[in-house]
């Protein structure tokens, strides 16, 4: 295990919000990954997908990087742009089970 896995999962034992918030900030980086490595495997710039969509690229660089806040409606049109479809599922998580 790294030094930095090591570090987080000590500090998210002794800390619960530093837990919750970084599993959250961890899903929205994700996304983030995701949709970049969507449109990188489309062969496509950020100002190609920026056209795409009828934006900047400043725009599809905020949604790549800060994915904690997209409409869902903009990630179907982001999908369509790479050649790509949107499947969403929902999991249990441990951390959320209702009692």
């Known amino acids: 295990m790294s030094d930095v896995k090591r570090y987080i999962k000590s500090r998210a034992e002794r800390d619960m919000e530093f837990a919750e918030n970084y599993e959250a900030g961890y899903s929205d980086f994700k996304i ?8 990188e495997s489309a062969g496509l710039t950020q100002e190609e997908v920026a056209q795409k969509l009828r934006t900047k690229k400043s725009a599809i660089s905020r949604i790549e990087n800060h994915a904690n806040d997209v409409r869902l409606s903009t990630l179907h049109r982001y999908a369509d742009a790479v050649g790509s479809s949107l499947q969403i599922r929902l999991a249990h998580s441990k951390n959320n089970v209702v009692r």
Do not use: D, F, S, W
């Open 32 to 39: 983030g990954v995701i949709l970049r490595q969507a449109r």
